[in-house]
C-alpha cells in the first residue's frame, strides 16, 4: 500500500539556521499538507497546496515558513530562521482530491529540534 | 475559524469494557469527521470518519456517531483489547477549497489489561 514518506526522521537545528523537511506523497494525490505537533499537544494545521500554489495557511505559517514542490514527487517546507518554539513534530499529509474522498494520510513525521 | 473540543484528555478501562470518546466543533459549515489513532512516536492514522449526511457508522469494535443540531459527535470503541491504547484525536474539516483538518486536543486512552 502507498504511503506518503518523509525526510529526515529527526533533525536538530541551532537557532536562526534554515531547514528544510522533505516529503514525498502519495503519487496520485493532488492536495497536500504540512501540519505540526507539539510534543504533548494536538496536531495543528500550517498550509495546504494544491495546483501548484498553496490554498490555505495557518497563523501559524508566517513569513518564516515557505512550501514548495521543486518537482513531480517533493514536497518540501522550509523554516528560514527557526525559533526555540519551532520545535515540534512535522507530519506531511496527502490526499486524492477526487471525488468525496477526504481522507487524508499521514507520513511518519519528522522531529524537529532547535537549540 | 473552526474550534474543536475532545474529552476527556485521559481515560482508563478495564480490558473488555468500552471507551467513548467525544467531540464538539463550532463551525456548522463542517462536514467531515475523522478519527485519528496515533500510537507513540508514531504517525496518526485514520480508523474511522463520518459525512455530515450520515448520523452513525461502524466498523467492527469502533463506531462513530454524529449530532449535527448539537454539533458534536463521538467516537465508541467496544470489547477494548490493550493495543487499543494509544492517543486519539478527533478533527473537523469542510468542503472548502483545501479540506484542512482541525483537531481535537486528543485522548489518552489506556487499556488496562
Known amino acids: 500500500e502507498p504511503e506518503v514518506t518523509q525526510t529526515p526522521s529527526h533533525q536538530v537545528t541551532q537557532m536562526g539556521q534554515e531547514v528544510i523537511l522533505r516529503c514525498v506523497p502519495i503519487s496520485n494525490h493532488l492536495y497536500f499538507y504540512w501540519y505540526r505537533q507539539i510534543l504533548g499537544q494536538k496536531v495543528e494545521f500550517l498550509v495546504s497546496?494544491?495546483?501548484?500554489?498553496?490554498?490555505?495557511k495557518s497563523e501559524i505559517f508566517d513569513d518564516q515558513f515557505s512550501v514548495e514542490r521543486p518537482d513531480g514527487s517533493n514536497f518540501t517546507l522550509k523554516i528560514r530562521s527557526t525559533k526555540l518554539e519551532d520545535s515540534a513534530m512535522y507530519f506531511c499529509?496527502?490526499?486524492?482530491?477526487?471525488?468525496?474522498?477526504?481522507?487524508?494520510?499521514f507520513g511518519p513525521g519528522t522531529r524537529l529540534t532547535v537549540l | 475559524g473552526e474550534n474543536v473540543e475532545q474529552h476527556p484528555s485521559t481515560l482508563s478501562v478495564q480490558e473488555g469494557d468500552s471507551a467513548v470518546i467525544k467531540c464538539t466543533y463550532s463551525?456548522?459549515?463542517?462536514?467531515?469527521f475523522p478519527w485519528y489513532k496515533q500510537e507513540l512516536g508514531k504517525r496518526p492514522q485514520l480508523i474511522i470518519d463520518?459525512?455530515?449526511?450520515?448520523g452513525e457508522k461502524k466498523d467492527q469494535r469502533i463506531a462513530v456517531t454524529l449530532n449535527k443540531t448539537a454539533k458534536h459527535f463521538s467516537l465508541h470503541i467496544t470489547e477494548t483489547q490493550p493495543e487499543d491504547s494509544a492517543v486519539y484525536f478527533c478533527?473537523?474539516?469542510?468542503?472548502?477549497?483545501?479540506?484542512?483538518?482541525?483537531f481535537g486536543s486528543g485522548t489518552q486512552l489506556t487499556v488496562l489489561p
Open positions: 463520518i459525512r455530515s449526511n450520515v
Open positions: 499529509a496527502s490526499r486524492t482530491g477526487t471525488g468525496a474522498n477526504n481522507e487524508q494520510f
Open positions: 478533527a473537523a474539516s469542510f468542503s472548502g477549497s483545501a479540506r484542512q483538518l482541525t
Open positions: 497546496f494544491y495546483n501548484n500554489e498553496i490554498s490555505e
Open positions: 463551525d456548522s459549515a463542517s462536514n467531515y
